[in-house]
């Protein structure tokens, strides 16, 4: 309704408009006609002999006036001719008389009602030989212009009127459909609440802000989707994962409890696998938290990284885990901008797998090079091990995924380290390794990467030997 109004305002205004200047407009035309017929009066000489009157006379005679313009000429001594086709009604208005019987000294032109018509009004001095001798009166009847604005104030309304109904129509289906939507939304939301989280719009049909928000809405839902299956899937993990280690920690106990306590030994054992097995539980639970935690928005605190100083760090914190053959090769000069923890933490985990899939001696190497063919940055982490089947790539970078049945640890370190990556916008890949074991490499994007200004920088602090997130 506020909609209508306002356009019914603004039309209105612009109606208004529009016949005041087409009022003005045709006025002017009247105007400019008479002071045209005023000129081409003046324009003639006097003959010799003549008076104003019988010059003027003479000039009517081989002049023809337009339809509804009068022109009177009188003199001093109150007597005066006329022309046109409704003169005499002109002559005999009292105001037109006045003006022929005593001539003003300057011209003028008004709109003016004489004989019972609005007409457009002339009044001008007639000088000859330098001297005022008459009068000359003009007048155009502007009822023709009347009706012409008339025609024109319908019509403008009536446009005016139609676009009033369109506008306030089509503002009426806008909302309509918008609201439709709206609704939906609406709905949509409280299904989800009551726990439909598959609830979906799906396809508008149309490219406008309307469409965009359901296609909004439903990445939205999708998101939220995945979040809250991951949250399950996570504590299903959880309660997998430690049912196991509780169990057992719980047998002994119970073992114990049934042989008594007096043996020191037997206590003293007990003890020990209890405490494993809560250290155990602890350190899963950690790497699951950190795994939950990767679809936080503030994960990763990225900062300006001097690639070669980092892994020459990372490959000096690496060489006390075990007795192996460590190489890092000649390193790209760049600057990349990482979270520096989390990329520590994730390559230390690669070499920790490495180093549980080794034996004393084995190759170790870490490396970074770019790609020539997307300017991406990789970082890889080589060994000379048994390697993993090509099979098994995809399923090793999930949860609990492992290699091997006897493999030790928990099979969260990989999951980690992609995780990181995407984090990072960038991924993980794995594939046969040149030193016969197997390489898993860390992609960042280019974006991350640029030249290195030649800064100095001090290298960072050894971490401790073991990697922040374990295996």
Not at 433 to 450: D, E, H, I, K, W
Request: aromatic content about 4%; proline content about 5%; glycine content about 10%.
């Amino acid at each position: 309704m506020f909609h209508a109004l306002v356009l019914a305002l603004v039309l209105g205004v612009v109606v208004v408009a529009l016949v005041n200047q087409f009022s003005s407009s045709y006025e002017a035309i009247a105007a400019r006609g008479l002071v045209g017929e005023m000129r081409s009066f003046s324009a003639q000489k006097l003959p010799a002999g003549e008076t104003l009157l019988q010059a003027a006379a003479n000039y009517f005679r081989h002049h023809e006036l337009p339809a509804g313009t009068v022109v009177s000429v009188g003199d001093s001594s109150g007597h005066y001719v006329a022309a046109g086709d409704w003169a005499p009604a002109f002559v005999a208005d009292r105001a037109v008389r006045v003006r022929l019987e005593v001539p003003g000294l300057t011209s003028l032109v008004r709109t003016a009602s004489v004989a019972g018509k609005d007409v457009e009004l002339l009044v001008a001095p007639v000088n000859i030989g330098g001297r005022i001798k008459g009068s000359f009166v003009a007048a155009s009847d502007l009822a023709p212009f009347r009706s012409d604005r008339s025609r024109v104030l319908t019509l403008s309304l009536g446009e005016a009127g139609i676009a009033l109904l369109v506008g306030a129509f089509s503002t009426f289906l806008l909302l309509r459909r918008l609201l439709r939507t709206i609704g939906r939304i609406t709905t949509a939301a409280e299904e989800i609440g009551e726990g439909d989280v598959e609830r979906r719009l799906g396809d508008q049909g149309t490219d406008d802000e309307v469409g965009q928000l359901a296609t909004t809405f439903d990445k939205m839902l999708d998101r939220l989707e995945g979040v809250m299956t991951a949250q399950r899937r996570l504590l299903s993990d959880v309660s997998h994962q430690l049912r196991t280690p509780l169990t057992v920690a719980r047998g002994h106990l119970e073992v114990l409890q049934r042989t008594g306590v007096n043996d020191s030994a037997a206590v003293g054992e007990t003890v020990a696998v209890v405490v494993d097995e809560l250290d155990h539980m602890r350190t899963l639970v950690e790497r699951l938290l950190l795994l939950g935690r990767v679809m936080e928005p503030d994960f990763i605190a990225p900062e300006p990284i001097d690639l070669r100083s980092f892994l020459a760090d990372i490959d000096a914190a690496a060489r006390v885990l075990a007795e192996r053959d460590f190489r890092l090769p000649e390193i790209p000069d760049v600057i990349v901008r990482a979270d520096p923890a989390k990329l520590r933490g994730a390559l230390l985990n690669l070499i920790d797998n490495a180093v549980r899939a080794t034996s004393a001696g084995a190759a170790i190497q870490l490396s970074a090079e770019i790609d020539p063919g997307t300017g991406d940055l990789l970082i890889s982490v080589d060994d000379s091990g048994p390697g993993i089947p090509p099979e098994l790539y995809d399923s090793v970078l999930g949860r609990f995924g492992r290699a091997s049945s006897r493999e030790d640890g928990h099979g969260l370190g990989l999951a980690i380290v992609k995780a990181v990556a995407e984090a990072h916008a960038g991924s993980v890949g794995i594939a046969a390794s040149r030193l016969g074991g197997c390489q898993v490499s860390v992609r960042l994007p280019r974006t991350a990467v640029s030249p290195s200004r030649g800064e100095t920088r001090e290298p960072l602090a050894h971490p401790p030997s073991r990697s922040p997130f374990g295996a």
